[in-house]
């Protein structure tokens, strides 16, 4: 069993930026693939970023540039860092980990970009 707690989420003007953090327990966080997914109101949950054990990453098109995804394996976190951020962007951000084969999610956190 692997839990997630999502924290940095919140209300941010267009072209400002928030970085997600997302805390996983479990001994072996290291091996896990994680990802950041979102979904906006009406819209299909879709991944945003990946980032493998060996720390290679995937973005999907509309964040490449402006998204980076990391990981402190020290701390057994992923981070999400948002920058020029777009009214776009604004959805329910969750945190993700795939380990042998079990999707595991975070609650959640919002993302609301609005001037």
């Known amino acids: 069993q692997v839990q997630l707690v999502e924290s940095g989420g919140g209300l941010v003007h267009p072209g400002g930026s928030l970085r997600l953090s997302c805390a996983a327990s479990g001994s072996a966080f290291s091996i896990y693939f994680m990802g950041w997914y979102r979904q906006a109101p009406g819209k299909q949950r879709e991944l945003v970023a990946s980032?493998?054990?060996?720390?290679?990453?995937n973005y999907v098109d509309s964040v490449k540039g402006r998204f980076t995804i990391s990981r402190d394996n020290a701390k057994n976190t992923v981070y999400l860092q948002m920058n020029a951020l777009q009214p776009d962007d604004t959805a329910v951000y969750y945190c993700n980990a795939y380990v042998k084969g079990v999707d595991y999610w975070g609650q959640g956190t919002q993302v609301t970009v609005s001037s």
């Open positions: 980032i493998t054990s060996g720390r290679s990453t």
